[in-house]
């Protein structure tokens, strides 16, 4: 019975770990897609495209997380206006005024390569749920450990041609 209850505990926990971490990039990336400097040249109208990336079935994960990232925003992150939109890897393969792009976790290994060479290509900055996806070009990600820890891949940096604010460097690890 104790065994049991240790189980029922723990996997509580690795929930509320994973529903902490999920709503800390909800609350910060849009933030980080800020100080992008040529963001605004990305969009073809007035209000930029905040992609929330998903492969196979799990579009109601990243169309719930969109929702959610609109709602804490309200579509505007400091004087730029922004709406989150939950898109499939081949939806956003076709879609050229994306602005910004999230990958929700447990995404398979091909498609986090196939949207860092997109990112690159487009030079669409690009941040994934799993901070291990930077080995595949991923350009960033936000880990959560004693303090809040934004990583960014100092090779897809300087690959994709990348442009931030100063402030982002001053706050995030580049990691190789």
Not at 60 to 71: K, L, V
């Amino acid at each position: 019975m104790r065994i049991l209850f240790l189980f029922f505990i723990g996997f509580f926990i690795a929930e509320a770990d994973q529903s902490f971490l999920v709503n800390t990039h909800i609350r910060m990336l849009p933030k980080i897609m800020a100080l992008d400097t040529h963001l605004a040249s990305k969009a073809a109208s007035s209000k930029i495209i905040f992609a929330i990336v998903y492969d196979s079935n799990k579009k109601a994960n990243a169309q719930s997380i969109a929702d959610e990232m609109n709602r804490v925003h309200n579509g505007k992150i400091s004087t730029i206006s922004f709406t989150a939109v939950a898109l499939s890897v081949e939806e956003l393969m076709v879609r050229k005024e994306t602005a910004f792009v999230y990958l929700i976790q447990q995404c398979n290994s091909q498609s986090v390569k196939k949207v860092a060479a997109w990112g690159i290509a487009n030079t669409v900055p690009t941040f994934s749920y799993d901070v291990n996806d930077l080995e595949f070009g991923i350009l960033g990600s936000i880990s959560v450990e004693r303090s809040t820890i934004v990583y960014i891949n100092k090779n897809t940096l300087k690959e994709g041609k990348f442009r931030f604010n100063d402030t982002l460097f001053q706050i995030a690890r580049l990691v190789e």
